[in-house]
């Protein structure tokens, strides 16, 4: 079987798997305990605080660590919305956005938050003029992602960042990076972000740390309260484990990232020119995308029926995100971006990384012919 499936979960690094069976074993105290054990616990967090910031360019009190990028996003944005509700209760977000900012932003709106929505273009690309329009005396933040999760399109952040600074200086800019960290550059000096989500098991860490960082002068609400684990904004024992082997991951893609970009771009060029010479086929992404993402529709036909017959030929996909794999509605980024109910339907996310060669490509390329014959007779020969 051939994993495409990267940008859903990617591989871990040997060191990440080492790490946290080694820590787990020999490092279980908890970090927030007097004796010796407990401190030396205590010192390796404080150590990867502090390669997280040095591989985003930022201090180490400005690293928060949480569960994963849900609960970054979620902090992020409920957190800045009830500690500064005296400012104004509006928020702006894209229709690009992962459920994590987007449900969010909808919980918000059902407890009386007016949130303004931002569709992209139709090529999936969100214009600064117009999020920057929406920004009032009111809006306490403006939440855009830098790749998006499904078509890999990076959002012009450093002129949104500008834009939205200009119109409010107030107003907090949260970026979701998840998708971007370890395959683009991180400028958040650059975009103004006062606030940016990493995800480590999306760069080959482990599942169960995400991190947060936070501007120094913003505050947040904690949604977790308890202990004063993580200076009071994220309470619980801390995951030592998953932190210190995410710390690893963090480090080695962003050295890597350069080099990374490189291999993948290739791969993808010639993904995409496969692709659009298969007239059943819509592509949704582009050479001006992220590295590691192709999207494409095949209209009338479900993505997940494509998934599965791409399974049964030996390569694993997404329909869209893994997040949303399992909605049987069509895709809201692509019905945002001005696509059919019929090509939002038909989407397949193939995403890559590292272990990936040409011969995997022209694999797949093989698998995708086939499976589309497979699908027309198996249809009647209607592409309905
Ligand atoms: N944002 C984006 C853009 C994502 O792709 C994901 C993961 N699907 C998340 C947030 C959530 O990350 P996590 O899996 O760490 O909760």
Avoid at 108 to 131: H, K, M, S, Y
Avoid at 282 to 294: C, F, K, L, R, Y
Avoid at 348 to 374: M, N, P, Y
Wanted: charged share 20%.
């Amino acid at each position: 079987m051939l994993y495409w499936d990267y940008a859903a979960a990617a591989p871990p690094y040997e060191e990440v798997v080492q790490t946290m069976e080694q820590i787990m074993k020999l490092h279980y105290a908890n970090p927030s305990s007097l004796h010796k054990a407990g401190m030396e616990a205590g010192r390796l967090v404080r150590r990867a605080r502090e390669v997280c910031a040095a591989a985003i360019g930022v201090k180490p009190e400005e690293i928060l660590f949480t569960s994963g990028a849900t609960e970054s996003n979620n902090l992020a944005i409920k957190g800045a919305a009830l500690q500064y509700e005296s400012r104004g209760r509006h928020l702006v977000t894209t229709e690009l956005e992962h459920p994590s900012v987007y449900e969010s932003c909808l919980q918000l709106q059902q407890r009386g938050w007016e949130i303004t929505f931002i569709a992209p273009d139709a090529n999936g690309i969100v214009n600064p003029a117009a999020v920057a329009a929406a920004v009032r005396k009111d809006t306490v933040l403006v939440s855009v992602m830098h790749v998006n999760n499904e078509i890999g399109t990076v959002q012009p952040l450093k002129e949104i960042g500008a834009l939205v600074k200009s119109a409010n200086p107030r107003t907090l800019f949260h970026v979701d990076g998840v998708q971007g960290f370890g395959k683009l550059p991180v400028e958040l000096n650059v975009w103004k972000a006062d606030l940016y989500s990493l995800s480590p098991h999306k760069v080959r860490g482990p599942r169960g740390a995400g991190l947060l960082y936070v501007k120094e002068g913003v505050a947040l609400a904690p949604l977790l309260t308890g202990g004063s684990h993580e200076e009071g904004l994220r309470a619980g024992t801390e995951n030592v484990p998953a932190i210190v082997a995410s710390a690893k991951a963090v480090r080695m893609s962003g050295e890597g990232r350069q080099q990374l970009y490189d291999q993948l771009v290739p791969l993808r060029d010639r993904l995409l020119h496969f692709l659009s010479g298969i007239p059943e086929f819509v592509v949704n992404s582009g050479e001006e995308g992220a590295p590691h993402i192709v999207h494409f529709s095949y209209p009338g036909m479900k993505g997940e029926v494509m998934a599965r017959k791409l399974e049964e030929l030996g390569m694993a996909v997404s329909t869209r995100s893994a997040c949303s794999s399992r909605l049987a509605e069509p895709s809201r980024v692509l019905l945002s971006m001005g696509r059919s109910a019929r090509e939002a339907l038909g989407g397949i996310r193939i995403s890559f990384g590292d272990k990936h060669t040409f011969e995997d490509i022209t694999a797949l390329e093989k698998a995708l012919i086939k499976a589309v014959q497979d699908l027309k007779i198996a249809e009647g020969g209607v592409n309905k």
